[in-house]
T-cell receptor, first 114, second 111 residues
Framework: NAGVIQTPRHKVTGKGQEATLWCEPI?????VFWYRQTIVQGLEFLTY????????DSGMPKERFSAQMPNQSHSTLKIQSTQPQDSAVYLC????????????FGKGTRLTVV | QQKVQQSPESLIVPEGGMASLNCTSSDRNVDYFWWYRQHSGKSPKMLM?????GEKEEGRFTVHLNKASLHTSLHIRDSQPSDSALYLCAASGYNQGKLIFGQGTKLSIKP
């Protein structure tokens, strides 16, 4: 079990460019989550999918962020027109199901917008 | 407004001592509490979970939960330098998958 796999581990983009982050959940896990972590804001929930269907995107900045899960083995988080304030570690996580089961985190993608 | 509040923000404990961390949710719809530990440069890993009133012990770690006040606490006895990390408390609701995290407590164990 390789755990949750995120690629790339580091990404540097210029202001205004697009960034796409990739996540492969643990095989057999039906719930996939995206979080963002910064020193100032801490660990913030962005969005999650259950059985590939979007369930809750209440944490997503509405205009430039989007997430998809085209199949059970991967999810993407896309940020259009990146801004310096988007710089953060983006963490993908998965669990067997929602509610009271352990959530496993990937190692994260560190996004730096210059 | 942060729905999960943790205290203290940081804590220094001598090696072999007891560390006590606190967490409260302001959301009455919460049913489950989680404690995650994040070492520097690493991803968060679940330490313990608690869903019912009372106490749960696993080795050197003990978690308490008071559901009426939505307060949980984590106690680490015989603290070791390897316990130095950011401790994150999270809460989730019944049939709600997302975890809402507090800002964390940075624990440092001094040899």
């Amino acid at each position: 079990n390789a755990g949750v796999i995120q690629t790339p581990r580091h990404k540097v983009t210029g202001k205004g460019q697009e960034a796409t982050l990739w996540c492969e959940p643990i095989s057999g896990h039906s719930a996939v989550f995206w979080y963002r972590q910064t020193i100032v804001q801490g660990l913030e929930f962005l969005t999650y999918f259950r059985n590939q269907a979007p369930i809750d995107d209440s944490g997503m900045p509405k205009e430039r962020f989007s997430a998809q899960m085209p199949n059970q083995s991967h999810s993407t988080l896309k940020i259009q027109s990146t801004q310096p304030q988007d710089s953060a570690v983006y963490l993908c996580a998965s669990s067997l199901e929602t509610a009271n089961t352990e959530v496993f985190f990937g190692k994260g993608t560190r996004l730096t917008v210059v | 407004q942060q729905k999960v509040q943790q205290s203290p923000e940081s804590l220094i404990v001598p090696e072999g001592g007891m560390a006590s961390l606190n967490c409260t949710s302001s959301d009455r719809n919460v049913d489950y509490f989680w404690w995650y530990r994040q070492h520097s440069g690493k991803s968060p890993k679940m330490l313990m979970s608690i869903f019912s009133n009372g106490e749960k012990e696993e080795g050197r770690f003990t978690v308490h939960l008071n559901k009426a006040s939505l307060h949980t606490s984590l106690h680490i006895r015989d603290s070791q330098p390897s316990d130095s990390a950011l401790y994150l408390c999270a809460a989730s609701g019944y049939n709600q998958g997302k975890l809402i995290f507090g800002q964390g407590t940075k624990l440092s164990i001094k040899p």
